[in-house]
């Protein structure tokens, strides 16, 4: 069991995991900049755009669920997406509450730029594939290990 004088170095923000995720969120977002700048995306745009990629014509609400954003920040990046022709909206004849998008042409081409973005970013992080997939993965552990707790 740790003493209170223990306890207390711990609290410095160089030694909080959360204060690390939080540079390293940051400086993954700076390093994608200059990358995406050519493509004409944001990294939230890239990430809706890795996910088309993944699944085309897919509902919004399951793009959301997939990346992780609710549509009050999904919708004007799919309109901005859709403005640069990269995507197509279109309302479900079933169900006209329902919009699904699409990759246009242009969109499904982007893809073969993107390969160059990820090798680009592999490759400054000076990590090799298998230490990239090692930390992923215990990212992703953490992440649904955090997602089970209770809402306050």
């Not at 890239?46 to 699944?55: D, F, R, S």
């Not at 090798?119 to 990239?132: K, N, R, Y």
Request: proline share 5%; aromatic share 8%.
């Amino acid at each position: 069991m740790m003493d209170d004088l223990d306890l207390e170095k711990e609290l410095t923000l160089d030694r909080q995991l959360c204060f690390a995720l939080y540079g390293a969120a940051h400086a993954f977002t700076r390093a994608y900049k200059p990358l995406l700048a050519p493509l004409g995306l944001t990294y939230p745009q890239y990430v809706a755009m890795m996910a088309l990629w993944e699944q085309d014509n897919i509902p919004v609400k399951v793009l959301g669920e997939k990346v992780g954003l609710d549509s009050g920040t999904l919708s004007p990046l799919l309109k901005r997406l859709e403005q640069i022709g990269y995507v197509t909206r279109s309302r479900d004849a079933a169900d006209e509450r329902q919009v699904f998008i699409a990759l246009t042409e242009a969109g499904r081409s982007l893809k073969a730029e993107a390969l160059k973005v990820f090798a680009a970013i592999g490759e400054s992080t000076g990590c090799d594939l298998a230490e990239l997939q090692v930390l992923r993965d215990s990212l992703k552990r953490l992440k649904q290990q955090l997602e089970f707790l209770p809402e306050p």
